[in-house]
């Protein structure tokens, strides 16, 4: 027993504290200067793609990669419980079902329409519709693996995040000139933009109720993304069935199990307060480790490469579902 436990130190060890060391850099950079952790970490860990070369490192590193990022996303179920999503009011819950739906699905026609290959629009669509970086992380690892995956992932990653930055200075001045009120900022803010951390930022810098109202609805677009992820699984598995090749049709991944699992102990209110929230703040630390570890395993020549259609994909996407928004603030909730 020892000696396992002492091999699989030497085999993990040096990846594992090489990503945790790229981690703890983005989150001191984040902390000092106001800049996104998970972007900072994706960057710090791409300039040091080339530890990712060496035979030592290497094995640590895809554990991060994989296992942080999976006990990640399950832990998210803790930051979210039922009540918070009821007392939202069937409207909202309504509205933000039906955006992220419709953005998931544009996603795949414009990908269509651009001729980029469909699970980029997958990818891409799935994150800007529900919680940016987590759920790209989360949507490809229910993907099927490919040449491309690793490089897409990183691109939705880096797109994501750099958009959810503009999108938390420019979208309270945009919903300044468009007069909406607290309470219509509040949805605004929380309905469009991508990453929970730029929500907080952009909704409490109008107002603590603008703030208040904004987390809730984004963490309700969290909680869309379980049933997204099992049907984006299912829907691969079967096409991958359909064509005989069922050994690499993704399974039901048992992290989201977990996220189901978890909020539903949350709601029940099972967890104790204070044995819940210490260990739903380790999330953003898992996902920002495993990020760092995706950085290291990817070059950012490789990232360049993608081309200017994804940037229109991604873009187009996220111009879609702040106009949703926008239209049914301006006319439909009138």
């Known amino acids: 027993m020892i000696q396992q436990v002492t091999i699989a130190w030497a085999r993990y060890f040096p990846g594992v504290a090489v990503a945790s060391a790229v981690a703890l850099a983005a989150s001191f950079i984040a902390e000092r200067y106001g800049a996104p952790a998970?972007?900072?970490?994706?960057?710090?860990?791409?300039?040091?793609?080339?530890?990712?070369?060496?035979?030592?490192?290497?094995p640590g590193l895809e554990l991060v990669a994989v296992k942080a990022l999976r006990v990640g996303v399950a832990l998210l179920?803790?930051?979210?419980?039922?009540?918070d999503v009821a007392?939202?009011?069937?409207?909202?819950?309504?509205?933000?079902?039906?955006?992220?739906?419709?953005?998931?699905l544009f996603g795949v026609v414009l990908a269509r329409v651009l001729g980029c290959d469909r699970q980029l629009g997958v990818l891409t669509g799935g994150s800007v519709a529900i919680c940016g970086a987590s759920a790209a992380m989360a949507i490809s690892s229910v993907l099927p693996k490919g040449p491309d995956t690793q490089r897409q992932t990183l691109f939705t990653i880096i797109g994501v995040t750099s958009l959810s930055t503009i999108a938390m200075v420019l979208y309270p001045i945009i919903g300044d000139v468009l007069q909406f009120n607290e309470k219509e900022m509040g949805i605004f803010i929380g309905a469009t933009i991508h990453d929970v951390a730029q929500v907080v930022g952009a909704g409490y810098?109008?107002?603590?109720?603008?703030?208040?109202?904004?987390?809730?609805?984004?963490?309700l677009r969290v909680a869309m993304l379980v049933p997204v992820v099992l049907m984006i699984g299912i829907i691969f598995r079967n096409k991958a069935s359909a064509a005989a090749n069922r050994e690499k049709a993704p399974a039901i991944p048992l992290f989201l199990i977990g996220f189901i699992a978890l909020f539903a102990l949350n709601s029940s209110g099972l967890v104790p307060e204070g044995l819940g929230q210490p260990i739903a703040s380790l999330a953003p630390v898992l996902l920002l480790l495993a990020i760092a570890a995706l950085g290291i395993r990817t070059s950012m020549q490789e990232v360049m490469t993608i081309g200017l259609k994804p940037v229109l994909l991604i873009v187009g996407e996220t111009l879609f579902i702040a106009a949703i928004i926008v239209a049914y603030l301006l006319w439909i909730a009138q």
């Not at 998970?38 to 290497?58: D, K």
């Open 38 to 58: 998970m972007l900072m970490g994706l960057l710090l860990g791409m300039a040091f793609h080339f530890l990712n070369e060496t035979p030592r490192v290497g």
């Open 77 to 83: 179920g803790l930051r979210l419980t039922l009540a």
């Open 87 to 104: 007392s939202l009011g069937w409207t909202p819950i309504l509205l933000v079902i039906s955006a992220v739906l419709a953005t998931l």
């Open 205 to 219: 810098s109008v107002s603590p109720a603008t703030g208040n109202l904004g987390t809730f609805i984004k963490l």
